[in-house]
T-cell receptor
Framework: GPKVLQIPSHQIIDMGQMVTLNCDPV?????FYWYKQILGQQMEFLVN????????KSKLFKDQFSVERPDGSYFTLKIQPTALEDSAVYFC????????????FGPGTRLLVL | GDSVTQTEGQVALSEEDFLTIHCNYS??????LFWYVQYPGEGPQFLFR?????EKGSSRGFEATYDKGTTSFHLRKASVQESDSAVYYC?????????????FGTGTTVSVSP
């Protein structure tokens, strides 16, 4: 199926530092998403993004979080500053359209905040 | 709010056993239902979806029928293999809304022994 890439696969940083997670979505997709999964728990939605704007965000998407996709490059999730509770696996997804259209997920970035 | 319930947290089977994972949903809009499978260290992989009453989705020997009356989308496979060991997620989308977040169930860990 369609491939979503994520860079890096693992990241360890100290609390208070900034981190940027990068996502290379499927090339013709228009909608982009970030989800968070704490070890052993279910996937939880953070934010979605379309046409250069955040469309919807959850309570988990704190003020320290931001997303962008400058000029069709990577779709990024930035956390500044990081907190211990940000340790999780972050999955990027993309879909061609919204609604019932399928979201395809990347392999995740495993973030550990010390 | 909208929600997805997966009854089974863990299922242990032997090869060639029949698998059933129950998924029920509650939605106020126009639901689309999805099944994803997640292997260790990877992102969720799309299995199939359905968005109309009595529509059947299927892939790799797995199948589920969307039942609007019972608000269910139960996953079934007639004869499992060791390679089917993974976590299975039922997810809920919305037909109306572009780029709507998926709501995931808590996941079912399936372990198949040879």
């Amino acid at each position: 199926g369609p491939k979503v890439l994520q860079i890096p696969s693992h990241q360890i940083i100290d609390m208070g530092q900034m981190v940027t997670l990068n996502c290379d979505p499927v090339s013709n997709h228009l909608y982009f998403y970030w989800y968070k999964q704490i070890l052993g728990q279910q996937m939880e939605f953070l934010v979605n993004f379309y046409n250069g704007k955040v469309m919807e965000k959850s309570k988990l998407f704190k003020d320290q979080f931001s997303v962008e996709r400058p000029d069709g490059s990577y779709f990024t999730l930035k956390i500044q500053p990081t907190a211990l509770e940000d340790s999780a696996v972050y999955f990027c997804a993309s879909s061609l359209w919204g609604g019932k259209d399928t979201q395809y997920f990347g392999p995740g970035t495993r973030l550990l905040v010390l | 709010g909208d929600s997805v319930t997966q009854t089974e947290g863990q299922v242990a089977l032997s090869e060639e056993d029949f698998l059933t994972i129950h998924c029920n949903y509650s939605a106020s809009g126009y639901p689309a239902l999805f099944w994803y499978v997640q292997y260790p260290g990877e992102g969720p992989q799309f299995l199939f979806r359905a968005s109309r009453d009595k529509e059947k989705g299927s892939s790799r020997g797995f199948e589920a029928t969307y039942d609007k009356g019972t608000t269910s989308f139960h996953l079934r496979k007639a004869s499992v293999q060791e390679s089917d060991s993974a976590v299975y997620y039922c997810a809920l989308g919305d037909l109306r809304q572009g780029g709507r977040a998926l709501i995931f169930g808590t996941g079912t860990t399936v372990s198949v022994s040879p």
